[in-house]
């Protein structure tokens, strides 16, 4: 995951956080994804991931929501 740089969109990037569902992604995940203010959902075969931005922001390694 890219979260926008304070610059913007150009130059080097880093990536930002890596979306996981509990472990590792199952095969297809990430075929389709919503964003909506600070939520974002994966889609895969057969599930739906729902992401919430914690309060320390889009960084490290994430898991889905429990709720």
Known sequence: MFVRPAGGWNGALTESAKLAPNGTPP???GQSVAVSGDTIVVAAPG?????VKPAGGWSGSLKESAN
């Open 27 to 29: 095969d297809g995940f």
């Open 47 to 51: 599930a739906a991931y729902v992401f």
